[in-house]
């Protein structure tokens, strides 16, 4: 089915491991983002991509590493989990329209022991 | 600091009745607005958005307002049906025709049947 899916749904690791959330879009979308969301918070901007091989940082982007060497995939890597980035990650994507939409997956919800 | 803030971080309403969900921001270079509404277990979806040179968009039982002097906007939903429970974003992008996103806090929405 078309659309923006995230894998894991639910992953639970321990501090100091390396995790890979994927993120994968049929949409052709320029436009892809990772977010955080967290209890007082909001969602939080961790880090974007305007196209393939291009990426910047969002708000909160320590701790994580981003790559896009295709345009539908963008896998968002912790290299060294820490309690702190327990959390529900979200991934989104969009045309780059003026209306600026986003599209959002379902989410991965995080735990680190 | 909190650049687009939702202080109420829940609303209870009865079914039929309105709801206002209220929204201020502190940049007044905020050229547009947007509100999402997120179930559980989902990833945020669209709702209806703004341009700062209008004060009013309507869709269907959705209306948001902006008050630009006021640096303040609402979201309007008559009348509410418990299909509307759900946390309600805004959001606005960061600087004008950038795609990265600044999100409230949120606001919790529950609408008694």
């Known amino acids: 089915d078309a659309g923006i899916t995230q894998s894991p749904r639910y992953k639970i690791t321990e501090t100091g491991r390396q995790v890979t959330l994927m993120c994968h879009q049929t949409w052709s979308h320029s436009y892809m983002f990772w977010y955080r969301q967290d209890l007082g918070h909001g969602l939080r901007l961790i880090y974007y991509s305007a196209a393939a091989d291009i990426t910047d940082k969002g708000e909160v982007p320590d701790g994580y590493v981003v790559s896009r060497s295709k345009t539908e995939n963008f896998p968002l890597t912790l290299e060294s989990a820490t309690r702190s980035q327990t959390s529900v990650y979200f991934c989104?994507?969009?045309?780059?329209?003026?209306?600026?939409?986003?599209?959002f997956g379902a989410g991965t919800r995080l735990s680190v022991l | 600091d909190q650049q687009v803030k939702q202080n109420s971080p829940s609303l209870s309403v009865q079914e039929g009745r309105i709801s206002i969900l209220n929204c201020d921001y502190t940049n007044s270079m905020f050229d547009y607005f947007l509100w999402y509404k997120k179930y559980p277990a989902e990833g945020p979806t669209f709702l209806i958005s703004i341009s700062s040179i209008k004060d009013k968009n309507e869709d269907g039982r959705f209306t948001v307002f902006l008050n630009k002097s006021a640096k303040h906007l609402s979201l309007h939903i008559v009348p509410s049906q418990p299909g509307d429970s759900a946390v309600y974003f805004c959001a606005a992008p960061l600087t004008s025709g950038t795609y990265k996103y600044i999100f409230g806090t949120g606001t919790r929405l529950k609408v008694l049947a």
């Open positions: 989104a994507s969009s045309r780059g329209t003026v209306k600026n939409i986003q599209y």
